[in-house]
C-alpha cells in the first residue's frame, strides 16, 4: 500500500513563477519529511527535510510546508529556474529513519 | 568528501542467474540502505544495514539479500533472477545511527533477459 502519495505525476511552470509540488501521507506515525530530486541516469538528490515538530523549512529557494493534521506536505519553490526541472519525490520515515518510503514522483517542468 | 559509489553501473543477466551489486558510502557514514526504483513500483525499500547488522527490511522476497563489511560497504544480492527484477537499484547511506537525510549513489541498472 503507498502511504506516501504525489497525485500529480507532471508540472509545468514558467520561469520566474512559483512552482508547487504537493505530497499527502497516510501513516501517523511518520516523523520526518524529505525532498528528492531526480535526473534521468541518476541517483535521488536530497533537498532539503522538516520534522514533524515543525510547520516550514526554508533553504534558498525551496521551502517545505507540512500541516501534519491534513497529513499533507507541500515544496514550494520561488522563483523556479530551467534547471529545477526533473523529478520531485516527496519521502517520509519513521522515528528510527530505517527506511525511507516515497511517493512516485511529480516531474517538473520550468519552461523559459 | 566523495559520494556513494555503486558497481557496476549496468548490467545485463539471464533468468534464472543470480547477481551481485557493490554500494561504497560516504565516508564515515555507518548506515547503508537500498532502494528498487520501477516505473510502476517507484522507489521501494529493500534493506538497511548498519555496523554490519540489518536492522530493517522491506517486502520483498528471500532472493533479494544483503550484507555490510567492517568498512561499511555493501553488497546486494539477487538470486533465480526473474524478469521482473529489471531495476534501477539504489544505495544510499546515511551519516548516524537514524536514517533521515539518506544520500543516494547512481544506482545500478539491472536488466534480466
Known amino acids: 500500500d503507498q502511504q506516501v502519495k504525489q497525485n500529480s505525476p507532471s508540472l509545468s511552470v514558467q520561469e520566474g513563477r512559483i512552482s508547487i509540488l504537493n505530497c499527502d501521507y497516510t501513516?501517523?506515525?511518520?516523523?520526518?519529511f524529505l525532498w528528492y530530486k531526480k535526473y534521468p541516469a541518476e541517483g535521488p538528490t536530497f533537498l532539503i527535510s522538516?520534522?514533524?515538530?515543525?510547520d516550514k523549512n526554508e533553504d534558498g529557494r525551496f521551502t517545505v510546508f507540512l500541516n501534519k493534521s491534513a497529513k499533507h506536505l507541500s515544496l514550494h519553490i520561488v522563483p523556479s529556474q530551467p534547471g529545477d526541472s526533473a523529478v520531485y519525490f516527496c519521502a517520509a520515515s519513521g522515528a528510527l529513519g530505517y527506511a525511507l518510503n516515497f511517493g512516485k514522483g511529480t516531474s517538473l517542468l520550468v519552461t523559459p | 568528501k566523495a559520494g556513494v559509489t555503486q558497481t557496476p553501473r549496468y548490467l545485463i543477466k539471464t533468468r534464472g542467474q543470480q547477481v551481485t551489486l557493490s554500494c561504497s558510502p560516504i565516508?564515515?557514514?555507518?548506515?547503508v540502505s537500498w532502494y528498487q526504483q520501477t516505473p510502476g513500483q517507484g522507489l521501494q525499500f529493500l534493506f538497511e544495514?548498519?555496523?554490519?547488522?540489518?536492522?530493517n527490511k522491506g517486502n520483498f522476497p528471500g532472493r533479494f539479500s544483503g550484507r555490510q563489511f567492517s568498512n561499511s560497504r555493501s553488497e546486494m544480492n539477487v538470486s533465480t533472477l526473474e524478469l521482473g527484477d529489471s531495476a534501477l537499484y539504489l544505495c544510499?547511506?546515511?551519516?548516524?545511527?537514524?536514517?533521515?537525510?539518506?544520500?543516494f549513489g547512481p544506482g545500478t541498472r539491472l536488466t534480466v533477459t
Open positions: 544510499a547511506s546515511s551519516s548516524w545511527t537514524g536514517g533521515y537525510e539518506q544520500y
Open positions: 544495514y548498519f555496523s554490519e547488522t540489518q536492522r
Open positions: 565516508s564515515g557514514h555507518r548506515s
Open positions: 501513516n501517523s506515525m511518520f516523523d520526518y
Open positions: 522538516i520534522s514533524s515538530i515543525k
